[in-house]
């Protein structure tokens, strides 16, 4: 046994030289810190199994010799309130420097501050603390809400036109325009009787019309306008008959003309004047109204081109028939408006009997001038018309006996002048006509008082009609020099003409044609030239040439006859008729002044050539006998044309 403990004892003094053996020092703080973290784990391992080893001499010394400290697997037990402290202390520790160098940096900043609260990193430069966000927030917000109040006071900066594109429609003015619902087709009309179609989608910088075509020729254009879906273009012409084409511009229906004979313009199923105007029902699909210078105003059905559904009478003060120069839809669809040459305006209701007018306001305009717009707002209270005494005048339903607002001064030379409200039916635009050489211009007012907001200058020719698209936010005007510009703002314009500015002009491409041109030597050797070796093509070339030579294959015209032969004159022309005239007109006149003597001069041929009368009488009458005259018809000779009576 002796030997055994002793062997025990030196295995015991071995380990322990081992394990408590000092490394080699290291020069770094971490490093220190590691390996003190190191032995304390250490040194709580080996203090812990020295009281979970059993008490015998054996199993310790068994432990002992193994190598490990008990046996068995024991459970952890954590004390989290401890683990608590000891993280706080580590990002403590760890903030620390941070904070002191933040006090160093920041002039004028508390010392007092509890920087034991702060944990994590400081925010970065730029970023305010908790309590200035909330400070800046409010005065974002209030500065946000100060620059809205000025944007809507100031109706200036609401119209976008910044920007502006030019579409060449042709020399005379344009007279119409409109655009689609959805904003990506513009028609445009004029006097030059074409329309063009334009496609903002697939145009260039070169602004060019993919369509152009004339609905009725020799007729200048009046009015266009598409319809609710955006599937049909309405055009009224100045002929009689209006026309519906696609989107495309196909015809799809062409009303029917009237009978011009009937005196009643009821019994008629259609026009029988110039039309004046034509507009789409906002609400029912496939129904519009057109008025002309019979003195009607019809409702049509697309599906129906035959007759038209129902018709109006105009009527002046006195009954008397008058025209309508325009007319339109309310925005509800229940109402049909349309000033009149006596200065009238008329608006009927659709859903009652078409006897007398439901609003009539009988001094409207001057007595004579023809108004060429009426246009409702948005909201469906207050509707603007453009007279030709050069007044624009807003109206309100509620209260028709006065106008609301008048604005004077704004000249107008045209019967197609336009008036439009905004999208949001704070402004009225309108056009100021102009002489030849002046500068045209646009004319904002505000609704409310019917101040000039601004007047935009638009180059030296009059803006005819004007359309504001509400889902766009552009402008888009036609002048009498045969230009439609779009006005347009980058920022608070969408789509439209901004899809076609930025894409560049495409190249015409070549076209890849090779000519094959024939090589003619005439001067071959003639032993060369048999007709075997010859090519295809000088074959094809001699038989043109020989065919051409040949009156009948080349339908060769007659030429002209210099020899009179099988019934025709060359001298006097290729007819009968056509010689005799130049015959007796290059006659010379003869100077026989009486008749007798005139006939008497052949008496002589006659009685040696008899021809008709005197061989028929030969042997019956060899000699001539005449009729003697009368005694009475001798009396009657020698009164004067004086004495006879009227018989």
């Not at 009458?621 to 009729?627: N, R, S, Y």
Request: aromatic content about 8%; charged content about 30%; hydrophobic content about 30%.
């Amino acid at each position: 046994m002796s030997d055994s403990d002793d062997d025990l004892a030196e295995m015991r003094r071995l380990r322990d030289s081992q394990t408590y053996k000092s490394p080699p020092k290291n020069n770094s703080k971490a490093g220190d810190e590691a390996e003190n973290k190191k032995n304390a784990q250490r040194n709580q391992m080996e203090s812990a199994p020295a009281k979970s080893l059993p008490t015998d001499s054996e199993s310790m010394d068994m432990a002992a010799m193994m190598g490990f400290s008990g046996f068995g697997k024991k459970a952890k037990n954590f004390d989290f309130t401890q683990m608590f402290e000891q993280a706080k202390r580590g990002v403590q520790e760890r903030t620390a420097p941070v904070t002191e160098v933040t006090k160093n940096t920041e002039p004028g900043a508390d010392d007092d501050s509890d920087d034991d609260d702060m944990i994590g990193p400081p925010l970065p430069p730029g970023f305010p603390a908790a309590g200035e966000s909330d400070e800046r927030k409010k005065e974002t917000d209030s500065s946000s809400e100060d620059e809205e109040e000025e944007d809507d006071n100031d109706l200036a900066k609401k119209i976008p036109a910044s920007h502006e594109i030019t579409l060449n429609h042709g020399d005379k003015s344009v007279s119409a325009v409109t655009l689609d619902p959805s904003g990506s087709r513009l028609v445009t009309g004029g006097y030059d009787y074409d329309v063009k179609f334009w496609d903002f989608a697939a145009m260039d910088s070169s602004f060019k019309s993919f369509r152009k075509f004339q609905p009725a020729p020799g007729h200048q254009i009046r009015n266009l306008q598409y319809s609710i879906t955006g599937d049909n273009v309405l055009i009224a012409s100045g002929n009689c008959q209006a026309k519906v084409v696609d989107r495309d511009g196909f015809e799809v229906m062409e009303c029917v003309k009237g009978d011009m004979y009937i005196v009643d313009m009821a019994r008629t199923k259609g026009h029988v004047a110039m039309l004046n105007g034509a507009c789409w029902n906002p609400k029912v699909k496939g129904e519009f109204i057109t008025c002309s210078n019979d003195g009607t105003l019809r409702l049509w059905d697309v599906n129906v081109a035959l007759k038209h559904v129902n018709l109006i009478k105009f009527k002046s003060s006195n009954g008397r028939k008058t025209i309508p120069t325009c007319c339109t839809f309310s925005r509800d669809g229940k109402l049909v408006g349309s000033p009149c040459q006596d200065g009238t305006i008329q608006l009927w209701d659709l859903k009652k009997p078409f006897v007398r007018p439901t609003f009539l306001q009988k001094t409207g305009h001057a007595v004579g001038s023809d108004t060429s717009c009426i246009c409702f707002s948005y909201d469906n209270k207050n509707f603007a018309t453009r007279g030709g005494d050069d007044t624009l005048k807003l109206w309100d339903l509620r209260n028709f006996k006065r106008p609301v607002n008048v604005a004077e001064g704004l000249e107008n030379f045209y019967p197609v002048m336009d008036c439009v409200f905004s999208p949001d039916d704070k402004m009225v635009l309108t056009s100021r006509a102009v002489r030849k050489g002046q500068e045209g211009s646009l004319v904002f007012l505000d609704r409310e008082s019917f101040e000039v907001v601004t007047e935009m200058n638009c180059g030296p020719a009059s803006a005819l009609r004007c359309l504001w698209h509400p889902k766009l936010n552009q402008i888009i005007a036609g002048f009498a020099n045969g230009e439609a510009k779009v006005f347009f703002d980058p920022t608070k314009s969408h789509r439209g003409a901004k899809l076609c500015v930025v894409k560049k002009k495409r190249r015409e491409k070549e076209a890849d044609v090779v000519r094959n041109e024939h090589i003619i030597t005439p001067l071959m050797k003639r032993s060369r030239r048999n007709r075997k070796e010859e090519p295809t093509e000088m074959l094809a070339y001699k038989k043109r040439l020989k065919d051409r030579r040949n009156p009948i294959k080349s339908k060769m015209p007659e030429p002209p006859l210099l020899r009179g032969t099988g019934g025709r004159m060359a001298v006097g022309g290729s007819t009968l008729a056509q010689y005799v005239a130049k015959t007796i007109a290059t006659q010379k006149p003869q100077d026989i002044t009486d008749p007798r003597e005139a006939f008497l001069r052949h008496a002589k041929e006659a009685e040696e050539n008899p021809l008709w009368i005197a061989p028929a009488y030969a042997k019956t009458q060899p000699h001539t006998i005449f009729a003697e005259p009368d005694s009475d018809e001798e009396e009657e000779e020698d009164e004067t044309p004086a004495k006879k009576t009227k018989t």
